[in-house]
């Protein structure tokens, strides 16, 4: 039902900037958050940011005041990340949610995650 294309990995020195991109298609049920996880070696994934329809967004405390999450109308999802530290270091997947609707009649956020193929992020010192 969504399918979620990736760009802008690479390597990067720390305190330099990259850009994540991640293009997004819907079939018939529209997005109604897309976020962006990251996952180490042999370290758990970890949601780094999320950002609904309404504009709600949430950050991982280790990238408050670095990283910027945005979206665009054609639901086009961005992850602005500067003053990137060796810790940054991981695989980048977005994800995205699709709105539903309960017996009631009543619209919320599918918690089930659509993915991306990941990208591949390194920072070096």
């Known amino acids: 039902q969504v399918q979620l294309v990736e760009s802008g990995g690479g390597s990067v020195q720390a305190g330099g900037s990259l850009q994540l991109s991640c293009a997004a298609s819907?079939?018939?049920?529209?997005?109604?958050?897309m976020g962006w996880y990251r996952q180490a070696p042999g370290k758990e994934r970890e949601l780094v940011s999320s950002?609904?329809?309404?504009?709600?967004t949430t950050y991982a405390d280790s990238v408050k005041g670095r990283f910027t999450i945005s979206q665009n109308s054609k639901n086009t999802l961005y992850l602005q990340m500067n003053s990137l530290k060796t810790e940054d270091t991981a695989v980048y997947h977005c994800?995205?949610?699709?709105?539903?609707?309960?017996?009631?009649?009543?619209?919320?956020?599918?918690?089930?995650?659509?993915w991306g193929q990941g990208t591949q992020v390194t920072v070096s010192s």
């Open positions: 994800a995205a949610n699709l709105k539903r609707y309960s017996r009631l009649g009543l619209a919320w956020c599918d918690g089930h995650n659509y």
């Open positions: 819907e079939n018939i049920n529209p997005i109604c958050r």
């Open positions: 950002i609904s329809t309404d504009g709600t």
